[in-house]
């Protein structure tokens, strides 16, 4: 197909049931986790995990993706950003990739909006 790398899935078709995967994984994460800086879980500035009790923004991403890729969506289909954050430089969030459009979950912002929103 045109415009496709080899190896690369599709963008996800945006079904109702997948919709409810997104929502689920995106409440469940920022639900269950707690934030939290990583100066103060691991003693330095940057440090990336899978999620855990606690994490910061890219920790929230992280188990995000991890908690998609269970319910069946491709790594490919599931993409980190760093973007402007709010009070910080930066700000991890994570792109899912659908036929519908790129669409943001966040552990700022619950809603789930398309990234171009």
């Known amino acids: 197909?045109?415009?496709?790398?080899?190896?690369?899935?599709?963008?996800?078709a945006?079904?109702?049931t997948a919709w409810t995967q997104l929502v689920s994984a995106n409440e469940?994460?920022?639900?269950?986790?707690r934030p939290e800086g990583d100066m103060a879980l691991h003693g330095q500035s940057d440090y990336w995990?899978?999620?855990?009790?606690?994490?910061d923004c890219e920790d929230y991403a992280i188990a995000k993706k991890q908690a998609l890729m269970r319910m069946g969506?491709?790594?490919?289909?599931?993409?980190y950003a760093v973007v402007d954050g709010?009070?910080?430089?930066y700000h991890a969030v994570l792109i899912v990739r659908t036929?519908?459009?790129?669409?943001?979950?966040?552990?700022?912002?619950?809603?789930?909006?398309?990234?171009?929103?």
């Open 1 to 12: 197909m045109a415009g496709r790398v080899p190896g690369q899935s599709a963008p996800a």
């Open 86 to 89: 709010f009070d910080t430089p």
């Open 99 to 117: 036929d519908q459009g790129d669409y943001v979950l966040d552990n700022i912002n619950r809603d789930i909006r398309r990234w171009d929103k």
């Open 14 to 16: 945006l079904t109702a």
């Open 49 to 55: 995990t899978v999620g855990g009790v606690a994490g």
């Open 28 to 33: 469940m994460i920022n639900q269950s986790m």
């Open 73 to 79: 969506w491709a790594a490919d289909q599931l993409l």
